[in-house]
């Protein structure tokens, strides 16, 4: 259900980068109970264009914080020249191994893009924590802007040799968007439709802009603290190995 979200009033320094971060981590509900959080798992539909013609892919997610995460996604439909298996994918992860599967091959983790891994590779469920967790990340403060007609609050993150700028609503502390430098261009990404499950808020629809066109994102499903477990993980993924005990 979709609530409104009040302004912040608890004092805060939003004076920084890092405490607008901070600042946004408890409006969407507290690090203490996103710290709470021990699993994950979430349904997602993808809507994209293609010069063949759209297509609608189904993501799934099953995540253990930190460590453990399996990730598929299948074509829902699309263009008859786009084959099913050239877009689905399988991606899973243990603190000793992870791979990536797609189009019949399956690639070791640690050769995959840093961009592409770090969707996978979780260690909170919310993304901001490991922002502010990463020694590896740069964040500053760039000032005061406008962003779909809203004032917002311009943070730049560098990370992975990524250079994207976040904005934060000065008001009710929600992420609305990103653009993100690529070697394509830029992508806009546009946040919204925030919804609370259990205590805490999530962006439930999203949609980026680019050169290469429109990608439309929606979370369908939001499960938390199911008592997944790392054999769990991997029996979804296909594999019985265990690389540690549960």
Known sequence: MAISLPASTTAQDLSTAEGILRAHVEATGGEKAWAAVE????EIQIEAGTPMGPL???MKTWSIFPGYGYTE??????PDGIPAEAVNMKAYYTPL???MEQGGQRQDMANVNPQMTQQFMRTSPKQELELLSNEEVTLALKGDSTFDDRAVYVIGVTMAGTESDMMIDKETLMILGQSTS???GDVVTRMSG?????GLMFSMGQSAESAQGTQKVTIKKVELN???TPGAVATKAGTNKRVMPE
């Open 194 to 198: 925030y919804e609370e499950v259990d």
């Open 56 to 58: 609608t892919l189904e």
């Open 182 to 184: 690529t070697p394509m």
């Open 73 to 78: 996604m299948n074509l829902l439909n699309g």
């Open 97 to 99: 191994e992870g791979w």
């Open 226 to 228: 199911s008592g997944l």
């Open 39 to 42: 699993d994950m798992y979430a």
